[in-house]
């Protein structure tokens, strides 16, 4: 009979604290889904993760109108790659000076760029651009610029800009105005968060 009887008891403590340690354990993941749950609310609405992020493509076509000569003489060709981080662009920008002359008219710069002004399909874009002419006595070159930006997609954007180039050297120094159109190609996949993203900010009044 005492053995019954301590077998029971014995029961019952096991049973008491199973049932212990399986509320435990579901107060735990209760926990865990909770904390997992705010986590990712305030990883989706966060202003930094709504921004698109995304790759770019812009070629140039500006013209000095400061300067003598004719339009091949005064023709910038460039191109630009970078990354659009929200209103933020950060380009590498390559071209030339001149089409009339192959040497001391190469460059290659870093150009960022910020959206101080956006509605809708319109922005408005300060860019403060440094680099390298190849060759020239004034090789240093610097660059502020501002442009007014077209979205016409998602993906394709235009723009016209006027700006200044100034050029620096060991004994000498000069600066020229300029103005010109930029095309630029958004390289964003079908169907992705960023494409919604850059339809929303386009779209958008705010």
């Known amino acids: 009979m005492r053995i019954l009887l301590t077998g029971l008891l014995i029961l019952c403590v096991f049973d008491l604290f199973a049932q212990g340690i399986s509320k435990t354990v579901s ?20 202003k930094e993760n709504q921004e698109p992020r995304y790759f770019y493509i812009t070629t140039g076509a ?5 300067a003598k000569g004719g339009v091949a003489e005064r023709f910038i060709p460039s ?8 209103i933020f662009d950060i380009g590498v920008a390559s071209g030339q000076f001149s089409t009339t002359r192959t040497d001391t008219t190469h460059f290659f710069e870093f150009r960022p760029t910020i959206n101080i002004f956006s509605k809708g399909r319109f922005s408005e874009g ?7 002419v190849a060759g020239a006595k004034q090789a240093l070159v610097t660059e502020i610029c501002n442009s007014i930006n077209f979205n016409i997609s998602e993906k394709l954007e ?15 120094s000069r600066n020229m105005q300029y ?12 169907h992705s968060v960023n494409l919604r993203r850059k ?4 779209i958008s009044d705010k």
Do not use: R
């Open 179 to 190: 103005m010109g159109l930029n095309l630029t190609y958004n390289l964003l996949k079908k």
């Open 126 to 132: 300060l860019c403060l651009g440094v680099g390298y």
């Open 79 to 86: 191109i630009e790659v970078g990354k659009t981080y929200g």
């Open 158 to 172: 235009v723009a016209i800009l006027q700006g200044f180039y100034y050029f620096d050297g060991t004994n000498s």
């Open 62 to 66: 500006n013209f000095f109108v400061s």
């Open 27 to 46: 107060k735990i993941s209760l926990m865990e889904k909770i904390a997992n749950k705010d986590t990712v609310i305030e990883k989706d609405t966060s």
């Open 199 to 202: 339809k929303e900010a386009i």
